[in-house]
């Protein structure tokens, strides 16, 4: 018995669902019979940023509670060693490896030794490109860059131009390069009017947040403070750009995004010094990985409504839905959702309900 997965793509036209499989190389075991305990391996590309802390804590919670344990590997970032720390996990017979990837399309070849050992991958919130990848799970990527330079279209002045910085994430992440692409879907008509203009751009390697005070460092040299807004990709990339912007006296006086909802992002936009994040909420993704990668181990069918090609096949996803996070729904939702706690929210402001 091989473990299938079916993607289910819902036709506008025809009204109808269309079940495409796709095989898996999980190793049959007798009808009915389950191994006593699973062994699921998550490679992870960083560890440094609290939001993957959280990820990793809860993923390995909730297999835990389904009946499995988790070997996890964090590669800092670095390809050769992801692959090492693959080679690792595959050593120790996984029977699913779950990969957060560095490099989408280097972990191609982790994804090629995985399936040579009979193991199933699972790319977890970013994509692994070019090769044959067995499931994907992450958020709606491309709506998060709209969600976010919607967000700017709505809150800019309106009636004369306004300038703008953009910072993308790390070249090597398929998903900064999807962000992107989002948020250019809902500029290009802006800039094109001359509405918006983009007077500096430029990609924070690794998402480091000292790349992006960089950059915001190189804006302020060549054009001054003259520029209304800077569109930051994630809450780590904001931060940066917001210390340089505290260091000329800017902060809280330039529109700034970000996305992650990180806890140091919330307290910036109870602060007033960053306009807004993306709240996606982690324990829903991290619950769902865990619990598939446990129905994969135990060869069970899979059936998944999307699916996202990684330029060689059509990749089943599941798509989580995201939220805007400004400094009027604060409580609405992480705090709502238990995500952080009100009191560390607005640790750093002396009248949360501006009184």
């Not at 009808?31 to 062994?39: F, I, N, P, Q, S």
Request: charged share 25%.
């Amino acid at each position: 018995m091989k473990l299938r997965i079916s993607l289910v793509v819902l036709s506008l036209i025809l009204s109808t669902l269309i079940g495409l499989s796709f095989s898996q190389r999980l190793d049959s075991q007798a009808d009915g019979a389950e191994k006593d305990r699973l062994l699921i391996g998550l490679s992870m590309d960083t560890l440094k940023e609290a939001r993957w802390q959280r990820d990793r804590d809860l993923l390995v919670a909730r297999a835990e509670s389904l009946g499995a344990s988790v070997l996890v590997q964090s590669a800092n970032s670095d390809d050769t060693r992801q692959i090492q720390d693959i080679q690792a996990l595959l050593s120790s017979k996984v029977d699913v490896l779950v990969i957060v990837p560095h490099n989408g399309k280097a972990m191609a070849k982790a994804v090629k030794m995985a399936h040579e050992a009979g193991t199933p991958v699972i790319a977890y919130d970013r994509l692994i490109t070019d090769c044959d990848l067995d499931l994907y799970i992450s958020f709606d990527n491309l709506r998060v860059g709209e969600m976010q330079a919607q967000y700017l279209v709505d809150t800019l002045p309106i009636g004369r131009k306004s300038r703008l910085v953009r910072i993308y994430g790390a070249k090597t992440d398929h998903n900064a390069v999807l962000f992107k692409q989002g948020q250019d879907n809902i500029l290009a008509p802006y800039i094109a009017s001359g509405r918006i203009e983009v007077v500096h751009e430029d990609w924070a390697e690794n998402w480091k947040p000292e790349m992006a005070k960089k950059i915001t460092n190189a804006a302020i040299t060549n054009h001054g403070a003259t520029f209304d807004a800077i569109l930051a990709s994630n809450d780590g990339t904001a931060g940066g750009a917001i210390q340089a912007l505290l260091e000329e006296g800017l902060d809280g006086k330039v529109v700034v995004t970000g996305q992650d909802a990180d806890l140091v992002a919330c307290q910036r936009i109870a602060a007033g010094t960053q306009a807004m994040s993306i709240y996606k909420p982690i324990k829903n993704l991290a619950n769902r990985v865990a619990e598939l990668a446990v129905a994969m181990a135990r060869g069970k069918p899979i059936i998944v409504r999307k699916g996202v090609h990684n330029n060689q096949v059509e990749v089943p996803s599941v798509m989580l839905e995201v939220t805007v996070v400004t400094k009027d729904n604060l409580r609405e939702t992480v705090i709502a959702d238990g995500f952080h706690a009100e009191e560390d929210v607005y640790r750093n402001v002396s009248d949360p309900d501006g009184k």
